[in-house]
């Protein structure tokens, strides 16, 4: 292999002094820590670093480890100093309490003198990039996880590197840049090639804006610049060392190692972002136009499980198909000399059985041939952290196979440190400690993988702070965390699936790690895209997110660019929900004003259909009252043609003129007037069940009528003088007739005879009412006295008096408690019908009395004089009047549901009055003569009235059976004027 180890003395000696010192001044002045700083973080005095700096002391190996992590430089001084070392290396006195196993970490470029076991690959590494200067491309390493790929790449490929082991010369002078992609892998690369070369990262960053190819020349061009100031210092490659080709001599390559290139896939998540890292990458490895090495020297270092994922992209396709670099598990003795080699070197010793029980765990039978004898895949890290372990447990410099046994072994030793660490933290630093591991992993469709968090963001700030910093110091000093000072990260990634208690935190919060991971990607994109509005988060997702704002442990989890855009998220929904509600309140209002509207323009249509509607009412009303006036006028002479247009009125509407003219024009026409008297007819009533009509006269007789044929069915005779009064006992056999000749005839109904003969009045009889139970009847003289017969024994009860005139008229309340007497004195008085005392007497009236009546209900009391009197029975006190302009009242009856009052008049009609809306509801006229006494039907819906002249007479009060009857009238019989069909048709 080119490039030997130079001897004490030679030219090489003095030359890394002055550049490590020049390196070291860079690496500071680059991350602003002023040198006194720099005292204080590595614990050597400001005096001596300004020598090594200035180049009159060395920069030792110490030295350089401790700037190294006080700079966060990932090893890059260390790489400069440590003295090359092949397979004969030697032991390092006072070494022994140094462990020389990394754990879970991966091997550093400082850490090449414990890396044993690998070193057929490293020789193939190198043999494969020395093909890639005469055929420039990229080459890739892939190998699955935990078999060391990062280790053979910074602790194997690197010191080989630093050794010249590449047959260029100068080789060893070339600038190496070693990167992970990260979430932004374009913003990685310019900053690395900028710090390791020297070059203004500014024009690195405007190259790339150009595209792949200026990128490519300006790193070019770094390099040889880099190489130039590298020589100019004295640092150059000795003549002994010189190659024949002048050409070459003269043009330097960039070597960039991209370690864990899955992240491109994992944590990179703009597609655009990606694409454009690929072609950095293939524009950096491409050919020159003139001879000589690539810009670059790309190595990727990937993992198995994303080969398919490279091959999407043509280009790392075409590395693939050119030859790669496939690291596969260790054979027996590699993994025995990965055991034994570390501790030969630190001067340990290895408990005889150690490794035997160490080749077993990890897989390997001892003593099988070379194709079954190989290591189980992902097992090295388990490996180096239980040997990790097993020397926490030496004794006396001895690693034991008691120590191992204590570790949990291989399979458990991971598992064990990781629980011992968290178990010995208090229970609010474990709850940290899983905020904080969780925030180191990256969720992926089909693999978990690890990701590196910037150091400030998990730290956060406030009380939370010093609990972070305590509980990652010691998963650090376990070796379970890598921490630089910008970033922190999984020591392996082997942690995943080796600490059970992690898996299932991973399981328990996928769901909330997804949502993070999502915000993080999204918000890096809206930042990328301009802060573009349409990118930001709302509604469902908004709401699980927006809270981790005002979540203390939350909050110092987010980066700043993931808090402007939630707050920006916040914002644009508070902002878009008060316009919409702005928007919602205008609609309201806007509704609001069109319902108003549209109730104003329906009222205004309602007012104008009904005041429409008023309108045609009120001409149907005008025509129909007209029309009524003209049957009234036509009912004499002209009966047909007076039912006809009394009909027409009712039907146009139905007005209480209407409805009289049709009652009386039906009751002329129908010729509902039953035969007549000698005399003049003074009184009607009907029986109980309303078959019978009896009528009294002047001419000395009462006549009975059937109602439903109106045909004479008995004439009752034996008075000797004309005949004023008629009461039908509540059963209907008994027949009161009361006479001018002072006395009254009781007859048999059944047997139209002479039942008895009541005398005691000194003068004519005017009036008899039975009582409700029919033991007593009342009799009505003009004797001014009122008497009271009992009926079973035909004597005298009692005599009433205190009338100062005759005795006109006389009715019981319809419970019978009650004598109502009527008198020519113009007052009414109460009697009770059981003591026979006065009770009341009510007075208002301006002449004699003609008529009393109790409503059906027993509620009112009417009387009448020249008007009608309403008197409540209760109160005794008057409740309303009514008036017949330019008429005598001369009889009364209440329609049997107390609805109306009939009102018999000496102007030849008839009017029913309403008892509560006190209006006439119609007018019954055609009568003869003066009406003198009205009896309405038992159902109510017939009126018999007796008048002047010598025919009582009947009306239909229902207009809708009136109505009936009309329409089904023969017209050619009735109104032959018409020409077809009925009035109705």
């Known amino acids: 292999m080119a490039g030997g180890v130079p001897g004490p003395g030679s030219s090489r000696d003095a030359a890394p002094i002055s550049r490590s010192g020049r390196q070291l ?34 920069l030792t190996w110490d030295l350089a480890r401790a700037c190294d992590e006080a700079l966060g430089t990932g090893g890059t001084l260390e790489l400069l100093v440590r003295p090359p ?58 190998a699955p996880s935990g078999a060391g790929k990062s280790s053979l790449l910074q602790a194997g490929l690197l010191p080989a590197l630093a050794r010249g082991a590449l047959p260029v010369s100068g080789c060893r002078d070339w600038p190496v840049v070693v990167c992970t992609p990260g979430e932004h892998p374009l ?49 150059g490659t000795p003549a002994d060392e010189a190659d024949d080709d002048a050409g070459r001599k003269q043009l330097a390559a960039l070597v960039l190692v991209v370690d864990q290139f899955e992240e491109t896939f994992t944590l990179c998540r703009n597609e655009h972002e990606r694409t454009a890292f690929v072609d950095t990458l293939l524009a950096l490895s491409a050919a020159r136009p003139q001879a000589g090495p690539p810009p670059a020297l790309v190595v990727l270092g990937v993992r198995a499980d994303f080969y398919d994922r490279c091959l999407a992209y043509p280009g790392l396709g075409a590395a693939l198909q050119r ?25 340990l ?70 629980e011992r660490t968290y178990a010995a933290l208090s229970p609010d630093r474990q709850a940290t400690a899983r905020r904080l591991l969780l925030h180191l992993v990256s969720l992926g469709e089909e693999h978990d993988t690890s990701r590196r968090a ?91 997110t927006s809270g981790w704002l005002t979540d203390p442990h939350e909050k110092v989890l987010l980066t700043p660019t993931t808090r402007a855009f939630l707050t920006a998220s916040t914002d644009r929904e508070t902002s878009e929900r008060r316009t919409e509600q702005r928007r919602l309140r205008r609609l309201r209002i806007l509704a609001h004003s069109l319902a108003v509207l549209l109730v104003l323009a329906l009222l205004a249509v309602a007012v104008a259909v009904q005041q429409s509607r008023a309108a045609l009412e009120q001409r149907r009303i005008a025509l129909s009252k007209e029309l009524a006036a003209r049957a009234e006028t036509l009912l004499r002479d002209d009966p047909e043609q007076a039912m006809l247009t009394a009909f027409n009125a009712y039907r146009r509407a139905p007005t209480t003129q209407a409805r009289s003219s049709l009652l009386s024009a039906y009751s002329a026409f129908s010729a509902d007037q039953l ?26 007789t009462v006549k009975l009528w059937s109602t439903a044929t109106h045909q004479l069915t008995a004439t009752l005779t034996g008075h000797t003088s004309g005949v004023r009064g008629l009461a039908f006992s509540p059963d209907g056999r008994i027949l009161a007739a009361a006479g001018d000749d002072a006395t009254v005839k009781l007859w048999d109904t059944t047997t139209h005879r002479e039942a008895a003969t009541l005398a005691g009045h000194a003068r004519g009889v005017r009036s008899v009412a039975f009582s409700p139970d029919g033991r007593t009847l009342a009799t009505a003289g003009s004797d001014r006295t009122a008497r009271l017969w009992d009926v079973r024994s035909r004597r005298q009860a009692a005599v009433l008096s205190g009338h100062s005139g005759a005795v006109t008229h006389a009715a019981f309340s319809p419970d019978g408690s009650v004598l109502a007497t009527a008198g020519a004195d113009g007052t009414v008085r109460l009697w009770q019908a059981r003591t026979h005392r006065p009770l009341a007497t009510l007075t208002g009236h301006s002449g004699a009395v003609q008529a009393v009546a109790f409503s059906p209900d027993g509620s009112v009391l009417a009387s009448a004089d020249d008007t009608v009197h309403l008197w409540n029975t209760a109160t005794h006190r008057q409740t309303g009047v009514f008036t017949a302009r330019q ?54 819906n017939s009126l018999a009235g007796a008048g002047g002249s010598h025919a009582p007479r009947l009306w239909e009060l229902d207009p809708r059976q009136v109505t009936a009857r009309i329409c089904h009238l023969d017209s050619t019989r009735h109104w032959p004027q018409l020409s077809v069909g009925t009035p109705c048709a």
């Open 887 to 940: 008429a005598r009242v001369a009889g009364l009856a209440f329609s049997p549901d107390s609805r109306h009052l009939a009102i018999a008049c000496d102007d030849r009609a008839i009017r029913l009055w309403h008892t509560t809306t006190h209006r006439v509801d119609a007018t019954l006229t055609g009568n003869s003569g003066v009406v003198h006494a009205v009896a309405f039907a038992p159902d109510g």
């Open 85 to 142: 070392r092949k397979a004969g290396r030697e032991s390092r006195p006072g070494d022994q309490e140094e462990c020389p196993y990394r754990g879970l970490a991966a091997f550093g470029p400082g850490d090449s003198c414990w890396f044993f076991g690998r070193d057929e690959a490293t020789a193939g590494l190198v043999a494969q990039l020395t093909e890639r200067l005469r055929h420039p491309g990229i080459l890739m390493v892939t």
């Open 323 to 347: 030859g790669h670099v496939a690291l596969g598990p260790m054979s027996e003795a590699q993994l025995r000399e990965a055991v034994t080699g570390p501790a030969r070197e630190a001067g």
């Open 675 to 700: 035969g007549s008297h000698a005399g003049t007819v003074t009184d009607v009533a009907y029986s109980p069940d309303g078959r019978t009509l009896a009528t009294a006269g002047l001419d000395r």
């Open 349 to 418: 010793e290895i408990e005889p059985g150690l490794v035997e029980v160490l080749v077993r765990d990890a897989g390997v039978s001892p003593g099988s041939t070379a194709e079954l004898g190989l290591a189980r895949t992902g097992i090295l890290p388990l490996l180096s952290h239980a040997l990790m372990s097993t020397w926490q447990h030496r004794r006396n410099g001895v690693l034991t196979v008691a120590g191992y046994q204590l570790t949990g072994g291989i399979p458990g030793a991971v598992a064990t440190t990781a």
């Open 187 to 235: 913003e990685n690369l310019p900053a690395e090639v900028a710090r390791v070369t020297g070059t203004p990262r500014q024009r690195l960053v405007e190259a790339l804006r150009e595209g792949a190819d200026a990128f490519a020349t300006a790193v070019a061009a770094a390099a040889g610049a880099f190489r130039t100031a590298e020589a100019a210092a004295g640092a």
């Open 25 to 58: 001044r860079r690496l500071r002045l680059e991350r602003g820590v002023s040198l006194a700083r720099l005292a204080e973080l590595a614990f050597y005095s400001k005096g001596y670093l300004s020598k090594v700096e200035n180049g009159e002391k060395a």
């Open 454 to 544: 910037p150091r400030e963001s998990l730290l956060g700030s406030g009380p939370e702070r010093e609990a972070a910093q305590a509980v990652l110091e010691v998963f650090t000093q376990a070796r379970l965390l890598t921490v630089d000072a910008d970033h922190i990260e999984l020591a392996h990634e082997v942690l995943l699936r080796a600490w059970p208690r992690l898996r299932q935190w991973l399981d328990e919060d996928r769901a909330t790690l997804r949502a993070r991971q999502l915000l993080t990607e999204t918000a890096s994109e809206w930042e990328r895209e301009g802060r573009d509005e349409s990118l930001l988060y709302r509604g469902a997702r908004l709401n699980v």
